[in-house]
């Protein structure tokens, strides 16, 4: 089993609100960022740590 980010991460995203941030609606977004993992549990350091980046794509309703 992996943790993913137990040994740290930096993310950054940006949302389009399609009827303005304060308003109800459409939300689209995309996010980048980078993870590191390790092969160990919430406790331990064992194994390998390894960096990658990450990327997201967001679609949603803002009530």
Do not use: C, W
């Not at 993913?4 to 609606?25: C, K, L, M, V, W």
């Not at 459409?26 to 980046?53: C, H, P, Q, W, Y």
């Amino acid at each position: 089993m992996k943790i993913q980010s137990e040994d740290g991460f930096i993310f950054a995203t940006y949302d389009y609100h399609f009827n303005g941030f304060s308003n109800p609606g459409l939300v689209i977004g995309t996010g980048i960022g980078i993870t590191r993992e390790d092969e160990g549990g919430f406790f331990s350091n064992a194994g390998k740590t390894e960096t990658s980046t990450s990327l997201t794509l967001n679609i949603g309703y803002k009530f």
